[in-house]
């Protein structure tokens, strides 16, 4: 009968704020952990870690140009920018709503010459970034990290073509299957070498795979462009949350613990 019920939902209109936003709240870190079946933030794998720089280390205002980064752990030196080709720092741009590094994907740019302790020749290594907001593009090669030199596989870097994610060591590159499409949301990159073979790695799972010859040099890190400047720079835009660099070839074991990190610490889904 008409009108049976107008008490109740008096009751449900007060509560549904409370309601609501249990619906529409993003899970809270503890929530994200326990599904995890962890029970805190385990952090970045910490052995053979030997360069990390995260937004969260950056003293900045949000929308404050990001002129120089201090690396997190390792010492490998501080990354640098200058003019209108620093990004720029937004206090709240995580998939969390912590800090990140924004690149416009026109000019902006970090380096550092000469980068101490990073895996060169054929060393293994592991190169992990948490990016986001990378745009529908063109097919040129939009770079999101590389180290190394301009010399045929001379560099080992992270960047996005179209609609796949690539690893681009120069020259040579190694680009994701059709079936791990490109997406604007935040993911977690790899690009891992034992020495042998090379990998491409999309939230924790291997994506692609090759065995290169990798001779990688010492010449510098970028960030946002590719080494030289050659092609237009080819700019990503992007967001940045960390990028850490390994002197191992991660395990499974420890591409879980990055993923659990990245969930609990970063939002990432
Ligand atoms: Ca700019």
């Known amino acids: 009968m008409v009108g049976a019920a107008p008490a109740l ?4 209109i007060t509560d549904a704020g409370a309601v609501g936003e249990a619906i529409v709240q993003a899970e809270t870190a503890a929530e994200v952990l326990a599904e995890l079946g962890v029970s805190g933030d385990p952090g970045l794998p910490a052995s053979g870690l030997v360069a990390l720089w995260r937004a969260s280390s950056l003293s900045l205002a949000d929308g404050d140009p990001v002129a120089t980064w201090a690396p997190a752990s390792g010492s490998p030196g501080s990354l640098t920018g ?14 969390s709503g912590g800090p990140c590094v924004e690149f416009d994907g026109s000019d902006d740019y ?7 302790g990073l895996p060169d020749g054929a060393d293994a290594g592991t190169l992990v970034a948490l990016v986001a907001r990378c745009p529908a593009g063109g097919s040129g090669y939009d770079h999101l990290v590389q180290f190394g ?3 045929n596989l001379g560099a080992r870097g992270l960047a996005y073509a179209g609609d796949q994610w690539v690893t681009v060591d120069w020259a040579s590159n190694l680009a994701g299957e059709s079936t791990s499409p490109r997406t604007a949301a935040a993911v977690v990159l790899g690009h891992s070498y034992d020495g042998t073979t090379r990998r491409l790695w999309l939230d924790g799972n291997p994506i692609a795979r090759d065995t290169p010859s990798l001779a990688t040099g010492t010449t510098r890190l970028v960030v946002g462009r590719n080494l030289t400047g050659g092609y237009g720079g080819e700019h990503a835009a992007f967001r940045l949350v960390f990028v850490a660099i390994y002197s191992t070839a991660l395990t499974e074991a420890q591409w879980a613990q990055v993923m659990a990190h990245a969930r609990a610490a970063h939002g990432v889904r």
């Not at 939902?9 to 449900?12: L, N």
């Not at 200058?82 to 998939?95: D, E, F, I």
């Open 9 to 12: 939902v008096v009751g449900d």
């Open 82 to 95: 200058s003019g209108s080709a620093r990004p720029t720092y937004r206090a709240t741009g995580s998939p």
């Open 110 to 116: 970090l380096s550092l010459e000469t980068p101490a």
């Open 149 to 151: 030199a301009a010399a």
